[in-house]
């Protein structure tokens, strides 16, 4: 059995996502789910608790693990505020430069990539994209494609808006699939595997573990914004009004 530790690095990106990274893939094949409903994560049912758009399919299956209650409290939202996910396979051709920095860092880790997701959390109120919602992670659970060789260690490179760079480890321990933190806001998410220097994507500053909730450290300057990325276009309203 694989040894699993929470842990997560970061660092400012060497290069900034200058343009926005849109909604494509998902906006014409919308794979809409309610909170807390029952989806296939390779092949085992899990409940995913935030309502929005499933619609990546180089992976077997996503869930949100985090639960509802504890999303919209970490969201800071109130009554008739809904967290909401849009959820699909990243693609050069609609975020160039987030897949650029997302390359480079694999290059640099000398790790392969066995999937990339496009991954947005977030909240809507009377259909409406909220732009005040709190910073915030949840757990999210995705099933490794079925060519992914099941023996090997897998783990995440996190490219957010803001071009900070995390290298995240799996948290759960089944061999068929990864769990990994997402955080508020729009971002994408290379599952990995073979990484030979992680040490590249460590901070100066000494690493803090995150299951022994160290006091944080100051972590690097991050790389400038020089555009801010707007929430996505996908029409979740049926989802988030079935809850």
């Known amino acids: 059995m694989k040894f699993k530790k929470v842990l997560a690095t970061t660092m400012a990106a060497t290069m900034v996502m200058a343009s926005a990274m849109t909604v494509c893939a998902a906006d014409q094949y919308p794979n809409l789910k309610i ?89 809507k109120e009377d259909g409406k994209w909220l732009t005040n919602v709190t910073d915030a992670t949840v757990n999210v659970k995705v099933g490794l494609p079925k060519t992914a060789d099941r023996t090997k260690t897998y783990s995440v490179i996190r490219i957010e808006k803001n071009g900070v760079i995390t290298m995240l480890n799996d948290l759960d321990t089944s061999d068929k699939t990864v769990t990994f933190e997402a955080t508020t806001g729009v971002g994408v998410y290379g599952i990995v595997t073979d990484v030979t220097n992680a040490a590249v994507l460590t901070p100066a500053a000494p690493v803090v573990d995150a299951a022994a909730e160290a006091p944080a450290v100051e972590p690097a300057a991050e790389a400038p914004v020089t555009e801010a990325v707007p929430a996505a276009e996908a029409e979740v309203e049926a989802a988030t009004d079935a809850e």
Do not use: H, W
């Open 35 to 123: 909170a807390k409903e029952n989806v296939l994560v390779a092949g085992d049912v899990n409940m995913t608790n935030v309502a929005g758009d499933y619609s990546a399919e180089s992976v077997r299956g996503v869930a949100v693990t985090t639960p509802f209650e504890d999303v919209k409290a970490a969201l800071g939202l109130t009554a008739n505020q809904r967290p909401t996910v849009v959820i699909y396979d990243a693609e050069k051709k609609a975020s160039p430069e987030a897949i650029a920095c997302l390359e480079g860092a694999e290059k640099d880790a000398g790790a392969t990539e066995v999937a990339s997701l496009y991954f947005e959390l977030g909240a």
